[in-house]
């Protein structure tokens, strides 16, 4: 029965895809929110953790805010969903692209210097465009580092279509080695680096507040190879397209030991949470995040 409703999944998915490109991209939109809504009618459990993560956070907002929050943020998941099925319809280099990039050459300049380059983000606006279009954009492959899904056909169906502009995936159970070959290979690696990392590759750190765990690998990896760290949030604007700047973390001041990975990785986390205050709708608060134990 399992087996049967996963493939029923891959074929809603697949019709849901045929028909979210024949239509305007306002009305897609709001199929999006549409999604993101029936997502906090499924699981209550999620939508109490979305919540407590807002209110517990040091953000400081009342019920209401929160509760507006939390159906931004749900909405969100729902408008990535959409534009996800349809990401090898956008044109990258139009005039009036999906993703504007401020400063995308930076991309090149760093990666100039023959040591790779670790691009990062999190699941805040559509982090799948954002990978996307920045392949599209320098020409290049980037390797991105991918969790496996729960439902496989579904799984290898949106991994077909996050390679279509050319980009290849990691598994993220498998990173370290293909991690450390591609900046050996001068390569660009992409990783979303803002949930709870497992207690073996993570530092506790705080985090909005909260102490919360965070992984530690871009920061071991840059500095073990002295690789240029870049990270980069698509922020959606009122026309539901989005704007990149690209932020190249310094850390040329800092010693490879465990310090400086503790620091490094404190001024990713910063970015990041400044990149929240600004739009806290736009993150995805459903992961349980400050769970420690």
Do not use: C
């Amino acid at each position: 029965m399992k087996n049967l409703i996963q493939k029923i999944s891959l074929l809603l998915f697949k019709v849901l895809r045929t028909f979210l490109k024949l239509i305007p991209e306002s009305l897609k939109i709001s199929i999006g929110k549409l999604f993101g809504i029936a997502m906090i009618l499924v699981s209550s459990k999620r939508k109490i953790i979305t919540y407590n993560n807002i209110k517990e956070s040091n953000l400081n907002y009342s019920d209401k805010e929160i509760r507006k929050i939390l159906k931004e943020s749900y909405q969100n998941l729902g408008i990535t969903l959409v534009e996800l099925l349809t990401i090898d319809t956008y044109d990258f280099k139009s005039n009036t692209p999906k993703v504007y990039y401020s400063n995308i050459e930076i991309i090149k300049k760093a990666q100039e210097k023959g040591r790779g380059v670790i691009l990062l983000s999190g699941h805040y606006g559509n982090w799948e465009l954002l990978a996307y279009s920045a392949g599209a954009l320098i020409n290049d492959i980037l390797r991105l580092v991918i969790k496996h899904q729960m439902n496989p056909y579904t799984d290898q169906y949106l991994r077909n279509l996050r390679q279509r502009s050319g980009n290849s995936l990691i598994d993220m159970n498998k990173a370290g080695m293909s991690l450390v070959k591609a900046i050996k290979n001068n390569e660009l690696v992409a990783l979303l680096s803002d949930q709870r990392a497992g207690k073996n590759e993570a530092l506790v750190i705080n985090f909005l507040g909260r102490p919360a765990r965070a992984y530690k690998a871009p920061a071991v990896l840059a500095l073990k190879y002295k690789t240029p760290l870049i990270a980069g949030f698509a922020v959606r604007d009122n026309k539901n397209n989005y704007k990149v700047d690209l932020i190249e973390i310094d850390h040329s001041d800092l010693e490879d030991n465990a310090d400086g990975v503790e620091e490094l990785t404190r001024r990713y986390l910063s970015l990041l949470e400044n990149a929240i205050k600004e739009n806290p709708g736009l993150w995805a608060w459903q992961h349980n995040r400050w769970k420690i134990d």
